[in-house]
């Protein structure tokens, strides 16, 4: 190993390390689950659909990664919970947590009833909350640990119909500030990734207006939107030993759409 490597290694690797991702199996959360596992984590995937979890595990496994996935449904707190054990039991408790997993129901507010805010606090609030509570007290006890939350620019401006999805990224930053004040001191870095729009199925509805996209991409600085990809880097920086004087921030990876 060269010094470059050695450098290089002593920053960003994360050899050694079990990484959760939630929402691992589709768009940035399966991005994110691939670049960790490539930088040397043992990766468990948390989704619903198993096809996909499995099919994006046997693909890291096949590049010589090591991964392994859970079937879960984030909308319950029981099923929360029984997620967190069950991917807990693979290989052993998380140094890395990343929330990706979400629903994005964006009725207009005149039609937003009280099952869709419920289902849609479940997923994007309260599943990294309870997540969170069951694995940042270890990592503050091992002096280790690394929480990473998928936001939305929805946190920071309505637009494209916000509704609820924006009032739980919004809150989704809030927590991770609160579980940065929480643990920071004893090594657990907090910290959100805010995307612009990214070319995923979550978006599929967004997609479906070519003129919209294309709007949405002249707004950026880089000219693009974003894809899954965009993500790696930053994810593999907030998972690492580099990111440990961040903390309780949010990362805005979405091409200089925040401030066009």
Not at 94 to 106: F, K, M, Y
Not at 155 to 170: D, E, L
Not at 226 to 254: C, H, I, K, M, N
Request: glycine share 12%; charged share 15%.
């Amino acid at each position: 190993m060269t010094s470059t490597d050695a450098y290089l290694s002593s920053l960003f690797s994360l050899g050694g390390r079990v990484a959760v991702v939630t929402g691992g199996s589709s768009g940035i959360g399966r991005a994110i689950a691939g670049a960790l596992a490539r930088a040397g984590a043992r990766v468990v995937l948390v989704a619903r659909r198993e096809a996909e979890l499995a099919a994006t595990a046997a693909e890291l496994v096949a590049d010589g990664c090591t991964a392994a996935w859970v079937s879960a449904d984030l909308g319950t707190r029981a099923g929360v919970r029984d997620a967190a054990e069950r991917a807990a039991a693979v290989y052993g408790e998380p140094d890395v947590l990343v929330s990706s997993a979400g629903i994005n129901l964006r009725p207009p507010m005149d039609d937003l009833d009280d099952a869709t805010w419920d289902a849609t606090m479940a997923v994007n609030l309260e599943a990294p909350f309870l997540l969170g509570q069951r694995f940042g007290p270890g990592m503050a006890e091992r002096g280790f640990g690394r929480l990473v939350h998928v936001s939305s620019q929805q946190a920071h401006r309505a637009f494209v119909t916000s509704g609820a999805y924006g009032v739980s990224k919004g809150a989704l930053e809030s927590l991770a500030r609160s579980q940065a004040e929480a643990w920071s001191a004893r090594g657990v870095t907090a910290n959100t990734l805010v995307p612009g729009f990214v070319l995923t199925p979550l978006n599929a509805r967004l997609q479906a207006d070519p003129a919209r996209v294309a709007a949405l991409a002249d707004r950026t600085l880089v000219g693009r939107n974003g894809v899954p990809g965009d993500f790696a880097g930053a994810a593999v920086f907030l998972a690492s030993a580099a990111s440990a004087y961040v903390t309780g921030q949010s990362l805005f990876v979405d091409g200089g759409f925040s401030v066009h």
